[in-house]
């Protein structure tokens, strides 16, 4: 920048003029210094932007690459458990299958002893009342064949009292009517 010289035959006019075309020319250089610096700058932010993009995607590649690897080892321990479970469930199972079939073979046999207890149980029952319905009816058919004895002998005594009290009527008519 030059500078101005204000002299006493200037007028005032002259030196604002000047100093106005000065500070038109400061401003025009700035604003090309500020064009130029942000041109500069800008061509800096796009390089940045650039540079960090190409970082992120590097980045983003790099946490692909983790995942996928991370997301394998996990599919790979998922299937060594779950076959490891399907194994416990099936040893498990088995185990589980075989008691089941112990007890049900206990309990059938336990079923077939208290059976066949109950029907010795049933059998004595039967028998035991079979010697009794015997008993009775041997008992019943005595005391039939004696009340049958005692019929008879009623029957007799009450024939021969029907025969006295006949011929006694008979010899009490005859009598009334003279023939004795």
């Known amino acids: ?79 060594q458990e779950s076959a490891t479970l399907r194994q416990e469930i099936k040893q498990e199972s088995a185990t589980l299958h075989q008691e089941i079939k112990q007890e049900s073979a206990t309990l059938r046999q336990e079923i077939k002893q208290e059976s066949s207890a109950i029907r010795q149980e049933v059998k004595q029952g039967i028998s035991t009342l079979h010697q009794y319905i015997t008993n009775d009816m041997s008992h019943l058919r005595h005391d039939l064949h004696r009340l049958q004895q005692n019929a008879r002998a009623d029957f007799r005594l009450l024939f021969g009292a029907l025969i006295s009290i006949a011929m006694g009527m008979s010899g009490l008519v005859a009598k009334a009517f003279h023939w004795i």
């Open 1 to 79: 920048m030059q500078g101005v010289r204000i002299t006493p035959a200037c007028d005032d006019m002259t030196a604002i003029k000047l100093s106005q075309r000065e500070m038109q020319r400061d401003i025009r250089e700035l604003r090309q210094e500020v064009k130029h610096d942000s041109c500069a700058l800008r061509q800096e932010i796009k390089l940045d932007i650039d540079t960090l993009r190409q970082e992120v995607k590097q980045d983003i590649d790099t946490l692909r690459q983790e995942i996928k690897q991370d997301s394998a080892a996990l599919r790979q321990e998922i299937k």
